[in-house]
């Protein structure tokens, strides 16, 4: 049972536009949530996160929007790039005391920013 | 630092045959992970470990064995190997705070 859920598998983008990738989750336990970029023959690496005590987090181009009562949020890339073009994964987890649980994955998104 | 690393790259392995899969983190790490990752899906957590001589089964333990005699290594042993282990396989660690650290994988394919 997927409990991360990201349901489009692709999104095609003009470069200087927004790029907004959306993620779903059914477990109310999760807390935390981070996402994840993946270039082809390279391990995921770590963008950006937010915890379920805020709503919004923001890194320079990339801000994560948390909506807890629908269980959702969003990655918003702002302006997007050619090199944005990567898959991204949205993860979850819970807290535990200090430490961070184990990592639930979505399927992931092809991004694709076009010049 | 190197971080992780996960050697080999890649491998090629008739049904029934048996490998190991290394990895190995200099970050001080206790948090380890393998994790399977295949096409159009997301990662599915294999085994995982707390620390040294700690491990424990993720969501798709059958099929591959782990030890952890020391922080630094994490290695994931195939036995019997099938066609459904075709997969790209992430090794990550972790400190505890922030996120997983992810090794660049080995793409699998048994034939």
């Known amino acids: 049972d997927q409990q991360v859920k990201q349901n489009s598998p692709s999104l095609s983008v003009q470069e200087g536009r927004i790029s907004i990738l959306n993620c779903d989750y059914t477990?109310?336990?999760?807390?935390?949530f981070l996402w994840y970029k993946k270039y082809p023959a390279e391990g995921p690496t770590f963008l950006i996160s937010i915890s379920s005590i805020k709503d919004k987090n923001e890194d320079g181009r990339f801000t994560v929007f948390l909506n807890k009562s629908a269980k959702h949020l969003s990655l918003h890339i702002v302006p997007s790039q050619p090199g944005d073009s990567a898959v991204y994964f949205c993860a979850a987890s819970v807290y535990r005391g200090s430490t961070l649980g184990r990592l639930y994955f979505g399927r992931g998104t092809q991004l694709t920013v076009w010049p | 630092n190197a971080g992780v690393t996960q050697t080999p790259k890649f491998r090629i392995l008739k049904i029934g045959q048996s490998m190991t899969l290394q990895c190995t983190q200099d970050?001080?790490?206790?948090?380890m992970y393998w994790y399977r990752q295949d096409p159009g899906m997301g990662l599915k957590l294999i085994y995982y470990s707390v620390g040294a001589g700690i491990t424990d089964k993720g969501e798709v333990p059958n099929g591959y064995n782990v030890s952890r005699s020391t922080t630094e290594d994490f290695p994931l042993r195939l036995e019997l190997a099938a066609p459904s282990q075709t997969s790209v396989y992430f090794c990550?660690?972790?400190?505890?705070?922030?996120?997983?650290?992810f090794g660049p994988g080995t793409r699998l394919t048994v034939l």
């Open positions: 970050m001080n790490h206790n948090y």
């Open positions: 477990n109310s336990m999760f807390d935390y």
């Open positions: 990550a660690s972790f400190g505890g705070a922030d996120t997983q650290y």
